[in-house]
């Protein structure tokens, strides 16, 4: 029994009433101890559903955005990731957790380093690296899903094209305010897109996203 268990157990049921229903995806965030991506002194707060800061002004996102882009992304064992926004490093050890290989980006060097300590910790096998994202990552590419955990102008066209045919990028795209979630799937040159209404990410910056956070 650890202090967290009962809280983790509330989070969950969040889950599945807010309509996550992919069971192994609910097995893995109950696994992952989200506790430790979360600093003080929000760390009691861990399993709560919301966003928590994580310092340089970024967020830990809420445990449903979490599991409603990772569900969308329909990870299979054996799948190659990639995220945009490492962050606290919560969103990349829960899609290790379902087996997928997986590519992390970060621009905050600070912020990838801590996350590191964290998977290191945990034994998560996770290529990461600092730098603009919104290029992807060219030399790994391609990806069977990218999910992107910050708010972008407008679908950044490299990240397409480092989709295999098939794959799958989820990405929220709006205004700094709110953003709606783009759920694309490349099938050959076509990309179909799916919206979702209502959320609000920390912005993506770079060459591809916006000019300052
Ligand atoms: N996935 C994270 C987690 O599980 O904690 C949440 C990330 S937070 C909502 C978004 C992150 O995207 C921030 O850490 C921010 O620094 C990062 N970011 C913003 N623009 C970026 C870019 N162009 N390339 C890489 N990271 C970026």
């Not at 445990?63 to 569900?71: E, G, H, K, R, S």
């Not at 999910?147 to 990240?159: E, N, R, S």
Request: net charge neutral.
């Amino acid at each position: 029994m650890n202090r967290f268990d009962d809280d983790i157990q509330e989070m969950l049921a969040i889950l599945k009433d807010r309509g996550i229903t992919d069971a192994r995806l609910l097995r893995s965030m109950a696994t992952v101890k989200r506790h430790l991506f979360v600093p003080e002194p929000f760390t009691s707060r861990a399993y709560e559903d919301s966003a928590l800061p994580i310092g340089k002004m970024q967020t830990i996102s809420q445990p449903y955005t979490v599991a409603f882009m990772t569900q969308a992304l329909g990870v299979r064992v054996g799948d190659k990731i990639l995220e945009i926004g490492t962050g606290s490093g919560y969103q990349a050890a829960v899609l290790a957790e379902l087996g997928a290989k997986v590519f992390t980006i970060e621009r905050h060097q600070e912020l990838l380093s801590a996350a590191r300590k964290i998977f290191d910790r945990l034994d998560y096998r996770i290529a990461s690296k600092s730098g603009d994202g919104t290029v992807g990552w060219s030399e790994f590419a391609p990806f069977n899903g990218i999910i992107v955990t910050a708010g972008a102008p407008d679908v950044p066209d490299p990240l397409l094209k480092q989709l295999v045919d098939g794959g799958k990028l989820v990405i929220p795209v709006g205004d700094l305010e709110m953003q709606n979630l783009l759920i694309v799937t490349r099938t050959g040159n076509r990309y179909d897109k799916r919206e979702v209404h209502g959320f609000k990410f920390v912005p993506l910056v770079g060459k591809m996203g916006w000019a300052k956070g």
